[in-house]
């Protein structure tokens, strides 16, 4: 079993920085691919960024440019550098650990990340 624990979130104003991070505990030696998903009020969630465990990333559009995802296996921890911050970034953001045998996926409790001035 994985678990994960995110931590970072707070409130910053608009066009300011934030660093998230997570902690993957118990069984993290097979995690393929990590991640972060925001759920912001009223919406679904959805994907941030990905980092696989060769170090490819994924960005969604709308983070791309502003965001980078970092991942340290040695340390099992994923992090989550966000510049440039919009009020539309407002959201829960949860951790994502999966992986590929036996197949799972892990959330963490998820931080809130609220912009606004």
């Known amino acids: 079993q994985v678990q994960l624990v995110e931590s970072g979130g707070g409130l910053v104003q608009p066009g300011g920085s934030l660093r998230l991070s997570c902690v993957a505990s118990g069984s993290p030696l097979s995690i393929d691919i990590m991640g972060w998903y925001r759920q912001a009020p009223a919406k679904m969630r959805e994907l941030v960024a990905t980092i696989t465990s060769g170090g490819y990333t994924n960005y969604a559009d709308s983070v791309k440019g502003r965001f980078a995802i970092s991942r340290d296996s040695a340390k099992n921890t994923v992090t989550l550098q966000m510049n440039t911050l919009t009020p539309q970034d407002t959201a829960v953001y949860y951790c994502?650990?999966?992986?590929?045998?036996?197949?799972?996926?892990?959330w963490g409790p998820g931080t809130q990340v609220t912009v606004s001035s």
């Open positions: 994502n650990a999966h992986k590929a045998w036996p197949t799972r996926s892990y």
